[in-house]
């Protein structure tokens, strides 16, 4: 990962979690969008995910998104069922805690609205299910969050 964004990274980290020193970042080396906290330390974006957001209240939103997960315990889903409340309980976290940091807490809802419509524009058809349950995943996302 370049130093540069790394260190712009580990600012917007530290001003969401006092305990940010202690959180490594990991790069995807991929243009897909994916962002995941691993091994309890670990935060990993890809290049893609990064390239798709607008700003420090988005990125924010991003790392307060994975932070959450850590801070709630949650554990990767075992199936499609168990994620969408996992993602609902961390995007509302993560809303709070950047309204609680100075952030936008709406950059939430602008990310993933961006990457909503990025998917729906594949135009995949027959869509698998798989793409209508991400896409139902997306919407429901960006309804819970506060307008």
Not at 76 to 89: I, K, M, S, T, V
């Amino acid at each position: 990962m370049d130093p540069e964004v790394e260190a712009s990274l580990q600012q917007l980290l530290c001003r969401l979690d006092a305990d940010c020193r202690w959180l490594k970042f990991r790069l995807y080396d991929t243009e897909l969008p994916l962002a995941e906290i691993r091994y309890g330390f670990e935060i990993w974006l890809s290049r893609g995910m990064l390239a798709r957001t607008v700003g420090e209240n988005e990125r924010a939103f991003l790392l307060a998104h994975e932070l959450a997960h850590l801070r709630l315990g949650h554990r990767p889903p075992r199936n499609a069922g168990e994620r969408l409340p996992l993602e609902l309980e961390a995007d509302a976290w993560a809303a709070a805690r950047l309204g609680e940091t100075g952030f936008d807490a709406r950059a939430g809802v602008d990310l993933l609205q961006r990457l909503r419509d990025e998917f729906e524009s594949l135009s995949l058809s027959p869509a698998p299910p798989r793409a209508t349950d991400a896409l139902n995943e997306y919407r429901q996302r960006i309804d819970s969050l506060p307008p």
